[in-house]
Structure formats: C-alpha cells, structure tokens
C-alpha cells in the first residue's frame, strides 16, 4: 500500500490557495487519492445530533434560529430529562450511529445544576459504547476536565468562518473566544470537533483562511465540518442564496487534503442535496454524515435515518461501525 501522505501543521494561505483553486476534477481526484491512503473510503460514519436544550440563547450569531432576538418559529425548550437523552442515544445506535452528540443552545456554560445533568447525559451515553460529543458554547479548562472524567470523547465548537469575516457574523464574543474554548477542550485531552459554514456571505479567501486556522493548529481537529448554510426565517441571513453544492466539493476536498486524518463532516445542507450531490461530496473525502429519527439537524430539517440507509446502499457505502477510535 502506498504511504500516507505526510501529516503537516505548517501550511501556508498560499499553498492551501492553490489547492483549493485546481480544477474540480483534478482537485476531486487528488482528495480521493489521499482519503483512501488514511481511511475506508467504503465507510460513513453515521453521528447524530440532538438538541438537548432549544432556543433562548443571547448570541447575536446572524444564521442561528435559536438566539433569543430574532423572531423565528422555533419553539424554546427546558434542558430534556436525563433518561429521555439516553432513549434517543439507544435509538440512535440501533439505527447506526456510532456517535452521539448533545447540543445546548448556551453562551457558555456554568457550574450549575444544568451542567451536572449533562455530565450524567455524557456518563450515560459513555456507557452504551458510542462516541459522546457535546456542544454546549464556552468551555474553561476547569469544565473540560469533568467533561473528559464522565467519558466525554469530543467537543464541538465550529470556528464559523475567518478571523477577519467573524465580526460580520457574531457580536456577543470574538474569534479569539473560540480559540481559547478549542485549547481548553485540547488540555482536558478530549478530542477537538471544529469546521465551519459556507455561505455567510463569505470569500474565497475567508473560506481558505479558516481552513488555514484548522489546519495549522499544533493537532488538527480530529473532526471538521463542513455546513452549508440553513437559512432559518426571521434571522438576517434568511435570504442569502442557497450554497452551490460545487463549493461544497471544493471546501470538503482541500480539507481533506491538508488535514488526511481528520474525519470530514458533511453536516448541514444536506436536505438541499440530491444523493448525486452527495455522492461528490463523498468522493471528495467527506466519511461522516449527521442522520436523525427526528429528521432535524438541531432546528433545521435533515434528512432522516432509513432516507440515509438508502442512500449509503445506492453508493455502495456501509455505516462505520468502529466505536471509539476514530472522532
């Protein structure tokens, strides 16, 4: 077998430019090449997200249909009792998930009776022998640490999009926030889940730039994802254009060439998206998709798990059904 190619954390906005300018096709073939000298490329590995805290959050983040300001249909709901959590987790593996991931719409998070009860969520799924990965907003080192104690295996917390765009974006805390919640996550050593959404309103260049954050961190996040934008009525990104699936390629395919070893997350947008235009998306490195038997993707449609099912089957792709060794 050919060797990997090369690990590397010093790239260059050049060299990443570069990549991400070649022909599609040429860029397409050379991400397939590479995702096949480090991973299955017949393997998906199916994740599901679950909100386990919905709406009410004070961040001004201009895509999400949960900040408490805009005046959207989503409907607030409380923190979800530990046990119906663990019920969607058992459900979630049945239908061929490895991974389980908790959202909390929060701003950060704080040493309270909420934070306890997501530690006996984490404890719990642990215990069914899945992947648990929470995103519950800013993290201290302090925090992270109980989190690793109680079995947690990764935490989600997406750069959005470039330093220079996210201002643009986010209001309520900086870019450097988000850094300093990724090192504290890294500290604790639990693994770094960490990618971005295009369609913001972005750049070419501000989309090479975030991917140059990521993969020029000391450890490359073991998990990226790549979002289409969901545009969610009543937030003032409701009416940018839907993301051309082709930029979605593009994006998938330079991330998987810069960082080989991550697991590259086709995550939202999918419901846009035909199997032809996910299967580029697979070809193009993508080994993870987020299903879900409430065919959401937190608040916004997804398609749902036997939909998924079929689509692997079409593609001649088969769920991962390695737990706890890859993020």
Not at 59 to 85: F, M
Not at 119 to 130: A, C, F, R, T, Y
Not at 182 to 197: D, F, L
Request: with cysteine.
């Amino acid at each position: 077998m050919k060797d990997k190619t090369a690990l590397r954390n010093d790239w260059t906005k050049e060299e990443i430019e570069k990549i991400y300018n070649l022909p599609l096709l040429e860029l397409i073939y050379q991400a397939a090449t590479t995702h096949r000298e480090w991973h299955n490329p017949e393997e998906i590995q199916m994740s599901t997200l679950l909100s386990i805290k919905t709406g009410g959050c004070p961040e001004d983040c201009s895509y999400c249909g949960q900040a408490a300001r805009y005046h959207t249909d989503i409907k607030v709901q409380a923190l979800l009792p530990t046990e119906k959590v663990i019920e969607h987790a058992k459900k979630a593996k049945e239908g061929g998930s490895s991974r389980f991931c908790m959202a909390a719409a929060w701003r950060e998070v704080r040493n309270n009776r909420d934070f306890d009860r997501v530690i006996d969520m984490v404890k719990g799924v642990n215990e069914l022998g899945m992947e648990v990965c929470c995103t519950l907003g800013m993290l201290t080192e302090e925090q992270a640490v109980r989190l690793q104690e109680a079995g947690l295996y990764a935490y989600n917390h997406n750069l959005d999009t470039s330093e220079q765009y996210y201002e643009e974006i986010i209001s309520t805390r900086t870019f450097d926030h988000r850094i300093n919640t990724i090192n504290n996550v890294r500290k604790a050593g639990i693994t770094v889940c960490s990618g971005g959404i295009i369609g913001l309103g972005e750049t070419h260049g501000d989309r090479i730039s975030m991917l140059l954050t990521l993969a020029t961190m000391p450890t490359h996040p073991e998990s990226v994802p790549i979002n289409a934008l969901a545009r969610v009525k009543g937030t003032p990104l409701e009416n940018k254009q839907k993301t051309d699936t082709w930029e979605m390629v593009r994006m998938i395919a330079t991330a998987r060439i810069i960082m080989p070893s991550s697991m590259i997350r086709l995550s939202a947008g999918r419901i846009e998206m035909s199997e032809f235009e996910q299967g580029w998306c697979f070809m193009a490195g993508a080994n993870s998709i987020f299903t879900g038997e409430r065919e959401t993707l937190l608040v916004t449609p997804n398609p749902g798990v036997s939909e998924d099912i079929e689509m692997l089957k079409t593609l001649g792709l088969k769920p991962m059904v390695k737990e706890k060794t890859m993020c």
